[in-house]
């Protein structure tokens, strides 16, 4: 087996090709074409289109599920926002109350109102729980049909939704002192 050059004069020139050569040669255009077969798929599966249909990856619907569990957590735990009001309130009420009001008095202006403000912003958050676990849980009716939701998105989403109504539940009692209401003065 041979092959034949041209060189720049024009002349051409008989070679032979050894049969290692042609193994190797053969084996550089395998390993070419598996390499754009390989490319191929990877463009199919990164648009979506090997199995035909392109819609949603759900990763929205995902991280809405894990936002609306993490508020409803921080509707129950607390949060520096709820903090910095009840300490705001703390020192309203201190300011505006002189000492020679009544205990009663003290004690609603200075603890009270800071109360109410953390239940405040307690209940803000339970509230933004519900309302965003709700909305991914209803995103798929009106997303690309046939197309389901992933199992732990609604577990999650179903989790935000109900510590949001526990929170919402204990930011209402707190902030009517059914829970934990300030004692009595007198």
């Known amino acids: 087996m041979g092959t034949k050059t041209v060189d720049e004069a024009g002349t051409t020139e008989a070679t032979e090709v050894k049969p290692e050569d042609e193994a190797a040669a053969a084996a550089e255009a395998e390993a070419a074409e598996e390499t754009e077969e390989a490319t191929a798929e990877a463009d ?3 648009n979506g289109s090997e199995s035909g249909q392109e819609g949603p990856s759900g990763v929205g619907q995902g991280a809405g599920a894990v936002v609306a569990a993490a508020l409803g957590v921080v509707s129950l735990t607390g949060s520096w926002v709820g903090t910095v009001a009840a300490a705001r309130q703390t020192l ?9 009001a009544s205990v009663a008095k003290q004690i609603k202006a200075v603890y009270g109102d800071a109360w109410q403000a953390s239940a405040l912003w307690g209940g803000i ?7 965003v676990g709700v909305v991914v849980l209803v995103r798929p009716a009106f997303g690309a049909p046939g197309k389901p939701q992933a199992a732990w998105i609604k577990s999650v989403a179903w989790g935000g939704v109900a510590l949001g109504v526990i929170g919402l539940f204990l930011a209402v009692l707190k902030y009517t002192d059914v829970l934990l209401g300030l004692p009595s003065a007198g």
């Open 125 to 131: 958050f339970a509230l933004l729980a519900l309302v």
């Open 92 to 100: 309203v009420g201190q300011l505006q109350t002189s000492s020679s």
């Open 44 to 46: 199919l599966v990164e």
